[in-house]
């Protein structure tokens, strides 16, 4: 990356590499106001919009933090929410991240290598993940997406179940959502079964963040 390229993304985007992997398809490790993100065609995957939609998320809804708890990213992607949790919260607990691409993984890491660090990285479908887990998280944040739709996964009931299980009394989550009315719906109605006290708040004009509490 070299001094020009920096200067000129912050007339356009450029970029830097691209791959192709198997579970999302094309990506690109992009340029843009001298930082460096992950984005699909159609959509940012990592360090864009997607950082600001958790950054503007937790100022709203402050996390409690505090020392020894233990997070749960279901979407780790290339490891934006980590950073968010890091430079705006100054997390100190332990850290599990679900990936289910990891070419993704290896590709982006030497990138983005310190919201790798301390990360327990689990390479396998956020259903799997919850179904075999045994302990409980004091937060969950979940962004599961293909390009610009929440992940199927997102529309099985059993999901927002196996959330509930993998929370802590009085434990948090966040869940980063996109979608037609319908759909929307049928996520709020989910979280309503399941944890009762809900709230959910828009951001950046298209992403409903759902906040729950166990």
């Not at 989910?190 to 906040?211: A, E, I, K, M």
Request: charged letters at 15%; hydrophobic letters at 35%.
């Amino acid at each position: 990356m070299s001094l020009l390229q920096t200067l000129w993304s912050y007339v356009y985007p450029i970029t830097l590499q691209q791959k192709t992997t198997a579970a999302n398809g094309l990506l690109e490790l992009v340029l843009y106001q001298g930082k460096k993100m992950l984005n699909s065609p159609k959509a940012n995957y990592s360090y864009g919009s997607l950082q600001r939609v958790f950054e503007l998320a937790l100022e709203n809804h402050p996390p409690q933090f505090k020392v020894n708890q233990r997070v749960l990213i279901l979407g780790f992607g290339a490891g934006s929410i980590q950073k968010v949790l890091l430079e705006a919260h100054h997390f100190t607990g332990t850290v599990t991240g679900v990936e289910y691409d990891k070419e993704l993984t290896e590709w982006v890491r030497p990138h983005f290598e310190k919201y790798f660090d301390n990360v327990t990285l689990e390479h396998c479908d956020a259903l799997s993940f919850l179904e075999k887990n045994k302990n409980p998280f004091d937060f969950i944040f979940v962004d599961l997406f293909c390009d610009l739709k929440c992940a199927p996964v997102c529309f099985e009931g059993n999901f927002y179940s196996l959330l509930k299980q993998n929370l802590l009394p009085n434990g948090c989550l966040y869940h980063n959502t996109m979608g037609s009315t319908k759909q929307l719906g049928f996520i709020k109605q989910q979280y309503q079964q399941q944890f009762g006290n809900l709230r959910s708040q828009q951001f950046l004009g298209s992403n409903t963040v759902f906040y729950g509490r166990a």
